[in-house]
Nanobody, 125 residues
Framework: QLQLVESGGGLVQPGGSLRLSCAAS????????IGWFRQAPGKEREGVSC????????NYSDSVKGRFTISRDNAKNTVYLQMNSLKPEDTAVYYC??????????????????WGQGTQVTVSS
């Protein structure tokens, strides 16, 4: 069974940092493009960051560029999202998603094939 499980969310003060993890099981994440998305209450789902399966290409939304970093550890079958300088507007449920695609340099907002259940990130003082 293909599964993605996010973790690492929580409550953090403005200016703080969190690192989200997304562990894959049932498939080899190294062959998948990956993406992080978020959805805040009352707002549309937003693409945050994505990475090609090769790991050589990344993309970030303007709202997080320079503050968030996407990475992957293929040996651990896990992807990460390092979030620094967090702002209250970063508050949302964060989801990781995976896309099986032949083009190892594909980086984009999908649509993706698989996604996890999400992890809540709350930025508040």
């Amino acid at each position: 069974q293909l599964q993605l499980v996010e973790s690492g969310g929580g409550l953090v003060q403005p200016g703080g940092s969190l690192r989200l993890s997304c562990a894959a099981s049932g498939f080899t994440l190294a062959y998948y493009a990956i993406g992080w998305f978020r959805q805040a209450p009352g707002k549309e789902r937003e693409g945050v960051s994505c990475m090609s399966s090769s790991g050589g290409r990344t993309n970030y939304s303007d709202s997080v560029k320079g503050r968030f970093t996407i990475s992957r550890d293929n040996a651990k079958n896990t992807v990460y999202l390092q979030m620094n300088s967090l702002k209250p507007e970063d508050t949302a449920v964060y989801y990781c998603e995976a896309l099986a695609i032949i083009d190892s340099d594909y980086v984009g907002w999908g649509p993706y094939d698989h996604w996890g259940q999400g992890t809540q990130v709350t930025v508040s003082s």
